[in-house]
């Protein structure tokens, strides 16, 4: 499982995060909510390790370094060392 969340936090799974309500605590609810639904149709990752790495990306990645990891991801690039390093660890946290 650990694969596939970090996968998915590092591809299709950040997209579209960009805009939706702000939540003054973390990252805008519809960047949670699109980052959870694009997580959890990756194979072996469940909505509730999805929300789990969101959850800890909110902690440990400011908001602006999840949207240039996004933006990476759909360029087809990798995301920063920092930016895949804190994916990985939210993903192995959670699983």
């Known amino acids: 499982m650990r694969s596939a969340l970090a996968a998915g936090a ?3 799974a950040l997209a579209g995060c960009g805009s939706g309500d702000d ?3 973390g990252y805008p ?3 949670v909510e ?3 639904a694009s997580c959890s149709k990756q194979p072996g990752a469940s909505e509730e ?3 789990c790495v ?3 990306l909110q902690v440990t990645m400011p908001y602006d370094e999840f949207v240039a990891a996004d933006k ?3 360029e087809h690039r990798e995301p ?3 930016a895949t390093a804190k994916l990985q660890a939210a993903a192995d946290r959670c699983r």
């Open 29 to 31: 609810d519809k960047a």
């Open 23 to 25: 939540d003054k605590s």
């Open 49 to 51: 390790a999805c929300r």
């Open 10 to 12: 590092a591809a299709a």
């Open 34 to 36: 699109t980052f959870v």
């Open 72 to 74: 990476a991801a759909r």
């Open 80 to 82: 920063t060392a920092a």
């Open 54 to 56: 969101i959850d800890r």
